[in-house]
């Protein structure tokens, strides 16, 4: 029998599944897996309990598949998990090769917590001192804590409990967190144009938290990322990676008056706009930056009078949302070869790779080692990279050599390097060799 063809994997392009945790049996991997590879998936979003663990087949044929799971535990804050039990959880997930784990979810909303505990004062260090004993037992792991993703705008202006969280974090002390997390974003774009709320708050100055100037916009679009990324890069001196969630438009929304209301012709179009500005083919303007890792269209699917049922991509009554199989026959034809290809072949195109070989190092660590190392002195009379301390620079190279392990240079700066289109390898301290990617 011959093997259907699967489309090149994506390198950011991601779903989330079902809005429940009822479809992890081995035939829903057998039904969905074809279909993610098909659309070209490399990671899936997964809802989860803190209670009890999706089971190892289903997570294990996703990671095999070359498609990497993000665990989100919808934690409640009024009943927290034991640390305790969330440690063997964790360590079950640890062990199967997931690296990604959001805590928590929408904590800027007041439907997330009680009228009471949203009445009282420091809402942003009453939610630290509930996601801070998660992230510890995950780092704890060597799994990447995600902080939660906001409601765009929200009970809690969403911007401003960003900057509160990110400060709290950075007051309390600690520094390992911020060098090993990730945060999230909720993409929503409405029917706001795609290009809404592009250049953050340096473009829009006026934008400020719960007032948004007429003739100004915000980050409550696809172009949250702008936003983000400023706010973590003003704070911690350097961006931190992002994961996006819930991206793209929804056929019917109207929610704002400035614009018509979504057809599924539209929706289609501007989701194949963000996959393209994901592969780097679209204007250079719409280019997503590298610290964006993931982005998450969907839900897949959600089971007749779910909330989510209307905007599912495959429908419970077999049809599917014309998007699906647009996306299925863009990936197929935009692999990434491709896009590498003509990056560099076309007279006058732009060439995202200038650099060849680029060897990523530690300043501390090469002040330590300096040309002493036999390794290091074996690898560069070999290679002849070009040798440096930035990831802005690295991103720039075809091929990328990362010298040191996860808690030098945790996984991810790996999955930027990979979201540029970077091939990047891992060399141990004792010299051994890891692919990270192909």
Known sequence: MEEKAVPIQQPRIGFHYFPDTMHYRESDITRWLPELQSLGASWITLFAHDDFAIPEPFITSLIKANIKPIIHLHSSTLKPCKAANLKALLTAYANWGVQYIVFFDRPNQISSWSPTDWAQNKLVDRFLDLYLPCAEV??????????????????????????????????????????????????????????????????????????????????????????????????????????????????????????????????????????????????????????????????????????????????????????????????????????????????????????????????????????????????????????????????LAHRVTIFGGPHIFPETIVDQLSAAGCTVERIQEDGTVIASNN
Not at 145 to 160: F, I, K, Q
Not at 218 to 225: E, S
Not at 236 to 242: K, N, T, V
């Open 138 to 395: 995950a780092l704890s792991l060597s799994l990447t804590p995600v902080l939660p993703p906001l409601e765009p705008g929200g009970s809690y202006w969403d911007t401003a409990f960003l900057r509160d969280l990110l400060l709290a974090i950075k007051r309390r002390g600690y520094a390992a967190l911020l060098d090993h997390m990730a945060l999230s974003a909720n993409a929503k774009l409405g029917n706001r144009p795609l290009e809404w709320g592009a250049g953050g708050p340096e473009r829009w100055p006026s934008t400020k938290p719960y007032y948004t100037p007429k003739g100004s916009q915000d980050q409550c679009g696809f172009h949250i990322f702008d936003w983000y990324l400023a706010i973590s890069a003003a704070i911690c001196e350097r961006p931190i990676p992002l994961i996006l969630f819930q991206v793209g438009c929804r056929v019917g929304d109207a929610s704002d008056p400035q614009f018509p209301a979504v057809t599924p012709v539209n929706q289609t179009s501007r989701h194949l706009e963000i996959a393209q500005a994901l592969a780097g083919s679209s204007n250079q303007q719409d280019i997503v930056p590298p610290q964006v890792i993931s982005i998450n269209f969907g839900p897949l699917w959600a089971a007749p009078g779910d909330s989510e049922a209307p905007y599912a991509w495959f429908q419970a009554n077999g049809d599917k949302l014309p998007v699906v199989d647009s996306l299925k026959n863009w990936a197929s034809s935009h692999n990434s070869v491709t896009i590498a290809a003509a990056a560099t072949s076309a007279k006058g195109r732009f060439n995202p790779h200038p650099i060849a070989h680029y060897l990523l190092l530690n300043e501390e660590q090469w002040g330590k080692l300096n040309k002493n190392s036999p390794i290091l002195r074996a690898f560069t009379q070999k290679y002849k990279p070009t040798i440096g301390f930035s990831l802005s620079e690295a991103a």
